[in-house]
């Protein structure tokens, strides 16, 4: 694999001739993996669409973390929980969409430790603040260049 593009704040994925589909992401000092399952790739690696919930599941633990923590709330374990799937436009009473498919994540958030109702629901209010889940829920500009 070559790399391009290097620097912090810089992701570059690339094939890595082992298989079909196997990628190798940098992103910064680390390297991981990327695949699709068995029979269509080798499934070296999570989905892209594992990566993207994993990158949100993450940012909302982390996010969740940091509040309990500045607050010093006695919150011991944050486990997020997410699924990815394709609904109907015309089944999502909320989306503006009406036509085609859109694209749907359940999230769960477990919360442990001695934490009262209203820090629950705080904590689960912080989770909707996460950077991640605020990029995927606005607009999103990208734009692309060939190299």
Known sequence: MTTSVTGEGIVTVGETGAGTYTQQITAGQHRLFA??????????????????????????????????????WPLE???????????????????????GFIS????????????DDDQRERLLAIAERCPVHQTLTSEIDISTSLV
């Open 35 to 72: 695949d699709e399952p068995l029979p269509i790739g080798d499934d070296a690696g999570p989905t892209p669409y594992d990566l993207l919930l994993a990158g949100l599941g993450a940012c909302t633990s982390m996010t969740v973390r940091m509040y309990a923590n500045k607050k010093g």
């Open 77 to 99: 374990r944050v486990e997020v929980s997410l699924r990815h799937t394709r609904i109907h436009a015309e089944d999502c009473a909320e989306c503006e969409t009406e036509k």
């Open 104 to 115: 749907h994540i359940d999230r769960s958030i477990t919360l442990v430790g001695d934490l």
